[in-house]
């Protein structure tokens, strides 16, 4: 299904006519992908209701969520709202726009959860972790009766890992030994697995929970995803994957010719 833009990225009001997107003046209006990301994000918030526990997800696209809910939690549009945000730094950009804040433990069942994705495939599963914060994003979102994930059009691909890294956070003790095990896990698809550094490979890249990330590589299409998933997660040391199956109930996509929404 497609929809119009919503007119307020940029200075032009955008439309859907007869599948394509045109602008009100006869040049076409080219959107970055931020200015993508931003439709998307802001299509999703019409899902959120007055009194709904949300879940905030992590990352560019879902920091455009965030900032609308604030915005309109501060023009009285939504009330009672309760964020559970999915990492540090999710919780820190909440707190300073006074969205009030909550836990799993308090909340255990999430009415909405709204976050991005690096990877979408046909059947709506998801790759998600390339940002780092897997673990905390895989928690709350499964316990949302609602996962709105937002993305642009650059996030759909054929099948899981042909974009990039499908991380998988593991525990510090012999991460090599982890490493390794995975990486011979997905031989068959020409796997690569290397450790997540950040400053440049300076340093080990260290997740909210204290955890390392081996992004996997392949180069091939690894075939039945549950059949990957439950191997992975045998695997002691693993501590989850960032595999998202059959999670997500609508995906949000933005592209040149407006917004698609696709439903489970």
């Not at 009415?111 to 673990?135: H, M, Q």
Request: charged content about 20%.
């Amino acid at each position: 299904m497609a929809i119009p833009c919503p007119p307020f990225i940029g200075s032009e009001k955008l439309s859907v006519e007869s599948g394509a997107m045109s602008p009100s003046s006869p040049s076409l209006l080219i959107l970055t992908q931020d200015e993508l990301k931003k439709i998307a994000a802001y299509k999703a918030v019409d899902f959120v209701q007055s009194g709904m526990v949300l879940g905030l997800g992590t990352g560019s696209t879902a920091k455009h969520a965030v900032d609308r809910i604030a915005d309109l939690l501060h023009q009285g549009k939504l009330k009672d709202i309760v964020g559970i945000p999915t990492s540090k730094k999710t919780h820190q950009q909440a707190v300073s726009l006074g969205i009030p804040l909550s836990d799993l433990d308090s909340h255990p069942v999430v009415d909405l959860a709204i976050d991005g994705a690096d990877e979408v495939d046909s059947n709506l599963n998801l790759v998600k972790g390339r940002g780092g914060s897997l673990l905390r994003e895989k928690m709350i979102e499964s316990a949302c009766k609602k996962f709105i994930v937002i993305v642009d059009e650059s996030k759909l691909v054929a099948h899981v890992g042909a974009s990039g890294a499908m991380p998988v956070e593991v525990v510090p003790f012999c991460w090599k030994f982890t490493q390794d095990r995975l990486q011979n896990l997905f031989d068959y698809a020409g796997c690569v697995a290397k450790l997540r550094t950040d400053n440049g490979g300076e340093k080990i890249f260290v997740t909210d929970n204290g955890n390392y990330i081996v992004d996997l590589f392949f180069k091939k299409d690894i075939g039945d995803l549950n059949v990957a998933s439950g191997a992975i997660l045998r695997l002691a040391g693993v501590v989850e994957h960032g595999m998202f199956l059959d999670m997500a109930t609508t995906v949000i996509v933005a592209g040149e010719l407006g917004i698609t929404i696709k439903n489970k």
